[in-house]
Structure formats: C-alpha cells, structure tokens
C-alpha cells in the first residue's frame, strides 16, 4: 500500500505561480510511476502531467505544456507539480496518482488539494 498526500493548493490570480507536492509513503521501494490527475465541477477526472520512477520521462497533457513542470525526490519520497502562467480554467482538485511502472492503471491516490485562479 501508498499513502498520497497533496499539498501547497490555494488561490492564486491569473498568471501567477503555484507549486504542489505530493508526499508518498508506504511501500514506495518499489518502482513507482506518479502522475497528477484534476477534476473541475462537473467535469471528469483528466490527466495533467506524469513522471517516470526513474524521473527521466514526462508527459504532459497538452493544455499544460510549456507551463506545468513534474518532478520527484526520490530521496524524499515527493512529487512537485509546478504551475506557472496559470489560467482560470486550471481551477480544479489536483490528485496525486502512483502506479507500478509495469501496471498501466493508477492504483494508489491522494485526498486532492483545490487549486483556484481567480481572472
């Protein structure tokens, strides 16, 4: 099992910066993919950005490229999300996700933390 706890949500105004962690523990020896999922209101559950156990390979959903950057300690069992230039349509609750490398569904995740850029 893997406990996820996301924090460093709040509000922020159009074009400002946010950075979001995401601390995992538990079993995390092994080989963890993590990835960052939001859900506006009313809206389904989309895939904002992911990171390799090894950190070396990111993706990226295309409404954050260029502003969103993933990254991860391992060393400190922590994911970041940094989020610049944001925009009012990235309101939403940000979840921290992991998954085996070798599984292709997210298995674990966290409690969700609001993020709201206000115009």
């Known amino acids: 099992q893997v406990q996820l706890v996301e924090s460093g949500g709040g509000l922020v105004q159009a074009g400002g910066s946010l950075r979001l962690s995401c601390a995992a523990s538990g079993r995390t020896r092994s080989s963890y993919r993590m990835g960052w999922f939001r859900q506006a209101p009313g809206v389904e559950r989309e895939f904002v950005a992911a990171i390799s156990w090894s950190g070396t390979s990111t993706y990226y959903a295309d409404s954050v490229k260029g502003r969103f950057t993933i990254s991860r300690d391992n060393a400190k069992n922590t994911v970041y999300l940094q989020m610049n230039s944001l925009k009012p349509e990235d309101t939403a609750v940000y979840y921290c996700?992991?998954?085996?490398?070798?599984?292709?569904?997210?298995?674990?995740w966290g409690q969700g933390t609001q993020v709201t850029v206000s115009s």
């Open positions: 996700a992991a998954r085996p490398e070798s599984r292709r569904e997210y298995e674990y």
